[in-house]
């Protein structure tokens, strides 16, 4: 079995690289601060030049040591020279350095070593790594560098940094390397920041690449990595927003709430809404409708991500913003806090101990209590003994805020619980008067056994002559007489009809499937 994961992650790894140069024999060049100024330039594309040759990392890892350690040497000192030198990125250079980059890069991932699209867990799960990473780590510094670089000239840059080199450059986010990952977030916010042309195509096919994550393929490395980068360019949005900006709010990340690997960029999703709502604060009500209209039913380790995004929510809103939703939200709140997963309630529970939600439910604790208290007073039975502690908390709290109406609601809650125990009670006995007829049914008997019901003599004696003196006082037959106990009745069922003697027979009772509506 090892092996067979060994030949698959060596196959994936072998698609990701580039088909090796034929002529790989790299001949060590002069360094760049021991030659004359007026030959630096020469020699500065001479060595991009030869760092365009690619090697095999993967086939054949020991192959051509001496010539991959020729390229390795003149990436680090390309990157050195970068950093250290001014004056070097000359109108000549941009063209060779951006094509080094897309030489070593721009090519085919490898197949998703989980197609599934399951959730990468970053402590369980080892990360794939690229295996010409040796080379490739220093193609992305020098090229960070390059970009950083206070002699780096946007205008002359443009012609080599265009649409089509995005387009490829977002297409690398999807490697399952973090490392590359990391990079191109890094050079993408930088070419986003100086390449003033450029911007609205990349929000554009960003916005495509989430749509096709979300409606489509659910499966994609880099999510975390382009969330992080927009929160960034959320923040420097003018006021007031546009409409693009809007829409890319409720069409692109209030859906990605609904991906089943929402935990692998939670965090950077989150960040974004919050963004916005400091932005725009009259997005609040969408925003918090769309989170509840995407809340998780059954998945409990979603439902705590989905309330410490709201807790987050919570402490930028504004009070008239808090009104227009502080309904339904406690009501989904009253919900998780009557969770039997103690970590759900738990989570739910910590929103009274923080001061700002506090003074926001106790300016409105009129319309809050009466929704949250027969869930804390009915949870106070939790299996789990610390969601006891902060139930009373919680119920102290709400205590201080408003006595009487407290004690409102604990008489109205008792009451209700009362007219629950009656419910039940009546609905128990409406139960017990239809098995007392079904046991009079001839058929009864084979019926329950094939069913494996209890056919034990005291049953169908309570119920068989039980059922006869209630049925005197419920039932009677279609010709007016009514069925008595002391007649020679047979009673049979047929398609949900009652029969006795023949004539159909009116049962005053409630249906089955509802015995109370």
Not at 438 to 449: E, H, K, L, V, Y
Request: net charge negative; proline share 5%; glycine share 4%.
């Amino acid at each position: 079995m090892s092996s067979q994961v060994a030949a698959r992650r060596d196959l994936r790894v072998a698609a990701s690289r580039s088909a090796p140069t034929k002529n790989k024999e790299l001949q060590k060049l002069p360094f760049l601060k021991d030659t004359p100024a007026a030959e630096r330039e020469a020699l500065f594309i001479q060595k991009l030049q030869q760092c365009m040759v690619l090697f095999d990392f993967v086939q054949d890892p020991l192959s051509d040591l001496k010539w991959k350690e020729v390229k390795r040497s003149a990436l680090n000192e390309l990157v050195e020279y970068v950093t250290q030198n001014r004056g070097v990125i000359t109108d000549n250079i941009y063209a060779e350095a951006v094509q080094m980059f897309a030489v070593n890069l721009f090519r085919s991932l490898p197949p998703s070593s989980n197609p599934s699209g399951a959730e990468f867990d970053p402590e369980e799960d080892e990360p794939t790594l690229e295996a010409a990473w040796p080379h490739l780590q220093l193609v992305y510094e020098f090229f960070l560098r390059f970009v950083e670089s206070p002699d780096f000239l946007p205008n002359a840059a443009k012609r080599y940094i265009d649409q089509t080199f995005v387009l490829q450059l977002l297409e690398l986010f999807d490697s399952e390397d973090p490392r590359e990952r990391d990079f191109l977030k890094t050079i993408l916010h930088r070419i986003y920041g100086k390449f003033l042309g450029l911007r609205a195509y990349i929000r554009k096919q960003v916005n495509n690449l989430f749509y096709s994550f979300i409606y489509e393929t659910e499966h994609h490395n880099g999510i975390a990595e382009l969330l992080e980068i927009l929160g960034s360019i959320i923040n420097g949005f003018a006021l007031p927003l546009k409409e693009e900006h809007r829409i890319f709010l409720l069409k692109v990340l209030l859906p990605l709430h609904k991906v089943k690997s929402l935990s692998v960029y939670h965090p950077q999703l989150a960040y974004c809404m919050v963004q916005f709502l400091e932005k725009d604060p009259t997005l609040t009500e969408q925003v918090v409708m769309g989170l509840l209209k995407f809340w998780p039913k059954v998945h409990s380790p979603k439902e705590v991500m989905f309330l410490n995004e709201l807790e987050e929510i919570l402490d930028v809103i504004e009070p008239n913003e808090f009104h227009k939703v502080m309904i339904p939200l406690f009501k989904q709140l009253a919900k998780c806090v009557s969770s039997p997963h103690f970590q759900v309630a738990e989570r739910a529970l910590y929103f009274w101990n923080n001061e700002y939600i506090l003074s926001l439910v106790s300016d409105n604790v009129t319309e809050i209590l009466p929704i949250m208290f027969s869930s804390l007073y009915g949870t106070k039975q939790h299996w789990n003994k610390t969601i006891h502690g902060l139930i009373y908390n919680a119920l102290k709290l709400f205590m201080e805020m408003n006595q009487k109406l407290f004690d409102s609601c604990t008489q109205q809650f008792k009451t209700e619980l009362q007219k629950e125990r009656e419910k039940q009670k009546q609905r128990d006995m409406v139960w017990a008067k239809i098995h007392g007829i079904a046991c009079i049914n001839p058929q009864f008997g084979s019926f329950a056994r094939d069913f494996g019901m209890d056919m034990s003599s005291e049953l169908l004696f309570n119920s068989g002559f039980g059922a006869a003196n209630e049925f005197t006082g419920i039932g009677s037959l279609a010709d007016g007489k009514e069925v008595s106990q002391s007649q020679h009745v047979h009673l049979s069922s047929t398609n949900s009809h009652l029969t006795a003697n023949g004539l159909p027979v009116k049962i005053a009772s409630r249906s089955l499937s509802a015995p109370y509506q």
